[in-house]
Antibody, heavy 119, light 106 residues
């Protein structure tokens, strides 16, 4: 069955970087796109960006431009999201979410990865 | 596109009908509007896509309607497991989420 399994919780200091992984299985990897969405404690959902799992092209929300990098490894069918220059406001649960095409709802989500930024 | 959900909190009893609203700041292209359910400690779950399509495995007590800028999620008869936070999302022009409606037991 389709699975998106994310890496474990992280604690980082301000100014550091974090790289979250999303290991996929059960579907044709290169035929899909992957979004990243985050949720600060007690808050709503915030879209961060999307990567084409076939060609590797990316599009990021303006808010994260210059700080976020999304990549994928087709050999291991794993997707990565790296966020740099972390600040306390980046403390959140980060989710990967799969879609079949750009204009589709997010039908499958990873379990989430908690990232805590604290000095 | 900014999505505004109302009410912020809805207090109802099991068996009652729930009506959740999502209003967009401009028309949503092709009615590319989804609804998600989120329970504490869990990832969001897709309920409705393209404004009115029911996702796989979603009970038929959940229905979506609307077009343009005004959309509604209706739960016909609330079950105990339906009490959660609900988000609308548009994916017609980039991607944005509403701020959520908390559905709580009265």
């Amino acid at each position: 069955q389709v699975q998106l399994v994310q890496s474990g919780a992280e604690v980082k200091k301000p100014g550091a970087s974090v790289k979250v992984s999303c290991k996929t299985s059960g579907f044709s990897f290169s035929n899909y796109f992957m979004h990243w969405v985050r949720q600060a404690p007690g808050q709503g959902l915030e879209w961060m960006g999307i990567i084409d799992l076939g060609g590797g092209s990316t599009r990021y929300a303006q808010k994260f431009q210059g700080r976020v990098t999304m990549t994928r490894d087709t050999s291991t069918t794993t997707v990565y999201m790296e966020l740099s220059r972390l600040r306390s406001e980046d403390t959140a649960v980060y989710y990967c979410a799969r879609v079949r095409s750009l204009r589709r709802a997010f039908d499958m989500w990873g379990q989430g990865t908690m990232v805590t930024v604290s000095s | 596109i900014v999505l505004t959900q109302s009410p912020g909190t809805l207090s109802l009893s099991p068996g009652e009908r729930a009506t959740l609203s999502c209003r967009a700041s401009q028309p949503v292209s092709n009615n590319y509007l989804a609804w998600y359910q989120q329970k504490p400690g869990q990832a969001p779950r897709l309920l409705i896509y393209d404004a009115s399509g029911r996702a796989t495995g979603v009970p038929d007590r959940f229905s979506g309607s609307g077009s343009g800028t005004d959309f509604t999620l209706t739960i016909s008869r609330l079950e105990p497991e339906d009490f959660a936070v609900y988000y609308c999302q548009q994916y017609g022009s980039s991607y944005t989420f509403g701020q959520g409606t908390k559905l709580e037991i009265k």
